[in-house]
Nanobody
Framework: QVQLVESGGGLVQPGGSLRLSCVTS????????IGWFRQTPGAEREAVSC??????PIYNADLLADRFAASRGNSAVYLQMNNLKPEDTGVYYC?????????????WGKGTPVTVSS
């Protein structure tokens, strides 16, 4: 049974950093595409950074690539977020897919909230 559990969200001041973690179980991490997505207030869900299966390419949202970066660890995926802005406030989700990165991934975690505010 595929499980994804996010953690690391919270309240941070503008300009600050956070590192989100997604602990995975029930599947071999390298065999799946896995990444981070977010839902900000009033906006559609969007991809932040996604790692292709089998150590393939990493896809980053163009407007976030200079501040956000995903990485893969031992049964976990991380999202390093730097120079956070108030518009980054939202819920961040870890998601996995058997084939490739896209907005309708097969499996989703419950999300971790991030609030950027002074």
């Amino acid at each position: 049974q595929v499980q994804l559990v996010e953690s690391g969200g919270g309240l941070v001041q503008p300009g600050g950093s956070l590192r989100l973690s997604c602990v995975t179980s029930g599947f071999t991490l390298e065999d799946y595409a896995i990444g981070w997505f977010r839902q900000t207030p009033g906006a559609e869900r969007e991809a932040v950074s996604c790692l292709s299966k089998n150590n393939g390419p990493i896809y980053n949202a163009d407007l976030l690539a200079d501040r956000f970066a995903a990485s893969r660890g031992n049964s976990a995926v991380y999202l390093q977020m730097n120079n956070l802005k108030p518009e980054d406030t939202g819920v961040y989700y870890c998601a996995a897919d058997k084939m490739f990165c896209h907005l309708e991934m097969d499996y989703w975690g419950k999300g971790t909230p991030v609030t950027v505010s002074s």
